[in-house]
Protein backbone atom coordinates (compact mmCIF):
# COMPACT_ATOMS: atom_id res chain seq x y z
CA UNK A 1 0.00 0.00 0.00
CA UNK A 2 1.16 3.52 -0.64
CA UNK A 3 1.54 5.99 2.05
CA UNK A 4 0.69 9.76 1.61
CA UNK A 5 3.60 12.02 1.80
CA UNK A 6 2.70 15.21 3.65
CA UNK A 7 6.13 16.78 2.19
CA UNK A 8 7.63 18.52 5.59
CA UNK A 9 6.22 21.79 6.68
CA UNK A 10 6.70 24.98 4.80
CA UNK A 11 4.70 26.95 6.80
CA UNK A 12 3.81 27.76 10.49
CA UNK A 13 2.08 30.89 12.48
CA UNK A 14 0.67 31.11 15.51
CA UNK A 15 -2.97 31.20 16.08
CA UNK A 16 -4.48 34.65 16.31
CA UNK A 17 -5.44 34.97 19.99
CA UNK A 18 -2.72 32.94 21.26
CA UNK A 19 0.83 33.62 22.56
CA UNK A 20 4.19 32.37 22.73
CA UNK A 21 5.85 31.81 26.38
CA UNK A 22 7.92 34.57 27.59
CA UNK A 23 11.24 34.03 25.89
CA UNK A 24 10.65 31.53 23.30
CA UNK A 25 9.90 32.37 19.15
CA UNK A 26 8.55 30.35 16.62
CA UNK A 27 10.21 29.53 12.89
CA UNK A 28 7.87 30.87 10.39
CA UNK A 29 9.33 27.87 7.85
CA UNK A 30 9.34 24.88 9.96
CA UNK A 31 7.64 25.29 13.19
CA UNK A 32 10.33 24.47 15.70
CA UNK A 33 9.87 26.97 18.82
CA UNK A 34 13.05 27.72 20.56
CA UNK A 35 13.96 28.86 23.85
CA UNK A 36 15.67 32.25 22.23
CA UNK A 37 16.16 34.50 25.38
CA UNK A 38 16.35 32.04 28.51
CA UNK A 39 17.08 34.72 31.34
CA UNK A 40 13.40 36.02 30.32
CA UNK A 41 11.46 32.26 31.07
CA UNK A 42 8.64 32.24 33.52
CA UNK A 43 7.60 28.88 35.47
CA UNK A 44 4.40 27.72 34.14
CA UNK A 45 2.20 26.03 31.78
CA UNK A 46 1.61 27.54 28.67
CA UNK A 47 -0.92 26.29 25.93
CA UNK A 48 -0.88 27.74 22.36
CA UNK A 49 -1.90 26.32 18.58
CA UNK A 50 0.13 26.30 16.18
CA UNK A 51 -1.36 26.30 12.21
CA UNK A 52 1.34 24.66 10.25
CA UNK A 53 1.07 24.34 6.74
CA UNK A 54 2.31 21.10 4.71
CA UNK A 55 4.10 20.63 0.84
CA UNK A 56 0.57 19.96 -0.31
CA UNK A 57 -0.31 23.28 1.07
CA UNK A 58 -3.23 21.27 3.71
CA UNK A 59 -3.15 22.91 7.08
CA UNK A 60 -3.04 20.99 10.74
CA UNK A 61 -3.83 23.01 13.57
CA UNK A 62 -1.57 21.82 16.58
CA UNK A 63 -1.88 22.61 20.02
CA UNK A 64 0.94 22.84 22.00
CA UNK A 65 1.64 22.63 25.74
CA UNK A 66 5.46 23.87 27.39
CA UNK A 67 5.89 23.42 30.80
CA UNK A 68 8.65 25.18 32.36
CA UNK A 69 9.27 24.53 36.16
CA UNK A 70 11.56 27.29 36.71
CA UNK A 71 12.34 30.93 35.66
CA UNK A 72 15.30 30.95 33.38
CA UNK A 73 18.37 30.89 33.11
CA UNK A 74 18.57 27.17 34.79
CA UNK A 75 21.67 26.78 36.65
CA UNK A 76 20.96 23.08 36.72
CA UNK A 77 21.00 22.10 32.83
CA UNK A 78 19.74 19.10 31.77
CA UNK A 79 22.97 16.39 31.19
CA UNK A 80 22.49 16.46 27.47
CA UNK A 81 22.18 19.78 25.05
CA UNK A 82 19.45 19.38 22.33
CA UNK A 83 20.18 20.58 18.86
CA UNK A 84 16.49 20.25 18.12
CA UNK A 85 13.37 18.03 19.12
CA UNK A 86 10.60 17.73 16.79
CA UNK A 87 6.70 15.81 17.28
CA UNK A 88 5.01 14.94 14.16
CA UNK A 89 1.62 13.81 13.59
CA UNK A 90 1.20 11.97 9.94
CA UNK A 91 -1.96 10.28 9.29
CA UNK A 92 -3.08 10.06 13.08
CA UNK A 93 1.02 8.04 13.78
CA UNK A 94 2.60 10.71 16.89
CA UNK A 95 6.61 10.36 16.02
CA UNK A 96 9.25 12.41 17.66
CA UNK A 97 12.59 13.57 16.41
CA UNK A 98 15.47 15.22 18.15
CA UNK A 99 19.53 15.57 17.80
CA UNK A 100 21.67 16.11 20.99
CA UNK A 101 25.01 17.51 20.70
CA UNK A 102 26.26 16.01 23.55
CA UNK A 103 25.45 13.86 26.39
CA UNK A 104 26.81 13.71 29.87
CA UNK A 105 26.16 10.43 31.82
CA UNK A 106 22.77 9.59 30.02
CA UNK A 107 22.22 5.78 29.66
CA UNK A 108 18.96 6.36 27.95
CA UNK A 109 15.27 8.04 27.27
CA UNK A 110 12.12 7.43 28.00
CA UNK A 111 9.08 9.23 26.23
CA UNK A 112 6.17 10.06 28.38
CA UNK A 113 2.95 11.73 27.26
CA UNK A 114 0.06 13.47 29.08
CA UNK A 115 -3.04 14.96 28.44
CA UNK A 116 -3.33 17.56 30.69
CA UNK A 117 0.96 18.31 31.20
CA UNK A 118 0.99 17.28 34.78
CA UNK A 119 0.03 13.38 34.92
CA UNK A 120 2.53 11.46 32.48
CA UNK A 121 2.58 8.10 31.63
CA UNK A 122 5.86 6.21 29.81
CA UNK A 123 4.83 5.02 26.63
CA UNK A 124 8.59 4.12 25.69
CA UNK A 125 12.12 3.77 26.16
CA UNK A 126 14.93 4.38 23.61
Do not use: C, H
Not at 7 to 28: E, Q, W
Not at 98 to 125: H, L, M, P, Q, Y
Amino acid sequence: MAKEQDNGVTSAKLVPGFTLPPGTTINLTNGVITVSNPSVLVAGTYTFQVDLVDGNGFTTRVPVTLRFLTNGPVSDPLPIELLYFRGNLAQGVPSLEWATATVKGNVRFEIERSTDAKNFVKVGTL
